[in-house]
């Protein structure tokens, strides 16, 4: 019968459709982290992204310069709310209202900021935060929800939870399951994700199982095959992401959520600061990690089915980071503190190898280092001053500056100072024991950095100063409001955190 006819084709239609909706091909976007002494300008770093054709970039805040960088470039991005301000957004309707207000609405202008997620914290559940902030996400998640739809973009902008590893937990991927403790959150969570159309985040460092364990398979955290092979039943894995991926997809299975898209919001290698921390192991890390999710082969428990999106950490060092996890803390970054490629990589995007920033601006080339004619026995207070402000992490044990000797570490940390310092000539005294030269005093491996130069627009400069003002004001305002009995100290103190919050994994 005609009838017949035409709903087999209409079948067939629904059938193609199902299959090419399975079919989830990977993108790839980095995080713009600002934890830096030696900050490029945000326009410089929107040209160092577009060049190399990223368009997804995760930020750790809404910080204004970036986000007015990022208008009228079509980036997608991703902004996020600190863990520290969960509190106050999940008790108050009028805080929520405020924070869509000041970091997102004003951006989603037209020819504005792309802003299609928004991290309701990062890693809220992660295991060393004690639970102090786990009562907090969906409440505050909810008022957001709220405000969104009052500011007509609940449509447009979704709410994610960016989760750590740590919340899933299996000695066989099979076999994963949710920490006992985060069951209920994560089952309200997954299932808010799940009517909203938005997917579940999280961050896998193959890179911190194997410098945690001494017992892990080196080869197993990379994608290059194993000796070391897991054997689950039917399925065999052959690298650790993907042992770590198909675990968060049992856990989520057993909540009945196993089709869940899953973007990976964090993953990466350091360069520096451990000794499986080298360029050469994360180059090829990143690269095995690229051409895996772009080949679109998935895992076992999702074949044909890889995660959404793939956020690379970093873009860029980040030298002011807290080194609490470790000294490597401070050099994931696929580019240098000033955009400078560290290795090649092809990142699937058209561009053959990263492409370096251009127009970057530095100090004279100029360094501080110790005077050799000098005694050293008073050196102590000095090089400890120099590590506190700057980064010396390189000449730490397994670090590329480790082993150039005494003078050699005591140069390196006084011409990170004085590069901080912006090359200011009494930054290079430490009582006479410093000198500066116009001889590159690198070696080898270690390099002995110069500064960038501060790029200062008077026009972002004064609307970027109105913005925080007006935003410090009425953020005193509504703390005031919720916590009236909280000392000033206390309220400014809440404000300026999420400007200098320190992510910690494990």
């Excluded at 520290?84 to 209202?97: F, G, K, R, V």
Aim: proline letters at 4%.
């Amino acid at each position: 019968m005609r009838v017949g006819i035409i709903t087999t084709k209409a079948l067939a239609v629904v059938l193609v459709l199902v299959v090419v909706a399975q079919t989830v091909e990977s993108a790839i976007g980095v995080n713009w982290g600002t934890i830096s002494n030696h900050r490029l300008a945000p326009s410089t770093v929107v040209d160092l992204l577009r060049d190399n054709k990223i368009q997804k970039v995760k930020l750790f805040d809404a910080d204004p310069d970036c986000l007015r960088a990022l208008m009228g470039t079509g980036i997608e991005v991703m902004v996020g709310v600190s863990n520290d301000l969960l509190a106050t957004l999940s008790s108050s309707t009028a805080a929520a209202d405020l924070w869509v207000s000041q970091n997102v609405s004003r951006y989603m202008v037209r020819g504005g900021a792309n802003i299609k997620y928004i991290a309701v914290g990062n890693e809220p559940f992660l295991t060393s935060y004690g639970g102090q902030f786990q009562s907090y996400v969906m409440p505050a998640i909810t008022n957001l929800q709220q405000s969104l739809t009052k500011a007509n973009l609940a449509n447009n902008v979704k709410l994610v939870v960016p989760c750590n590893a740590d919340a899933y937990e299996s000695s066989l991927p099979s076999q994963g399951s949710f920490r006992p403790e985060l069951t209920q959150i994560i089952t309200d969570l997954v299932t808010f994700l799940n009517s909203n159309n938005s997917p579940f985040i999280v961050n896998i460092y193959p890179f911190l199982s194997l410098y945690s364990n001494s017992d892990f398979p080196q080869d197993y955290a990379f994608f290059e095959g194993t000796t070391h092979p897991v054997t689950d039943g039917p399925n065999t894995y052959y690298n650790a992401f993907d042992g770590n991926y198909d675990t968060l997809v049992s856990a989520l299975n057993k909540l009945g959520f196993g089709q869940i898209p899953i973007v990976i919001g964090e993953v990466g290698w350091p360069t520096d600061g451990a000794i499986t921390a080298n360029v050469n192991a994360a180059r090829v890390f990143n690269q095995g990690l690229i051409n895996h999710v772009l080949s679109n082969k998935g895992t076992p428990l999702r074949p044909g089915q890889g995660p959404t999106d793939v956020y690379l950490f970093g873009l860029f060092d980040e030298e002011a980071k807290s080194v609490l996890p470790g000294s490597f803390e401070r050099h994931w970054g696929i580019f240098s503190f000033d955009g400078q490629a560290k290795y090649g990589l092809n990142l699937g995007l058209g561009n053959a190898l990263l492409r370096n920033a251009r127009d970057v601006h530095y100090l004279p080339e100029r360094w501080c280092v110790v005077d050799p004619l000098k005694d050293l026995s008073g050196v102590s207070d000095h090089f400890k001053l120099a590590c506190t402000v700057a980064d010396c992490t390189t000449l730490n044990y397994g670090g590329s500056c480790n082993g150039i000797g005494e003078r050699g570490n005591v140069s390196y940390a006084f011409n990170s100072y004085y590069q901080v310092q912006k090359q200011n000539s009494r930054s290079c005294e430490f009582d006479g024991l410093g000198m500066v030269t116009f001889l590159n005093p690198s070696m080898g491996q270690c390099k002995f950095l110069v500064g960038v130069a501060e790029e200062v627009v008077t026009e972002h400069l004064s609307v970027g100063l109105r913005l925080y003002t007006g935003s410090v004001i009425v953020w005193l305002l509504i703390f005031w409001g919720v916590w009236g009995s909280y000392d000033l100290d206390r309220v400014v103190h809440n404000i300026e955190i999420p400007k200098l919050c320190k992510r910690k994994k494990i």
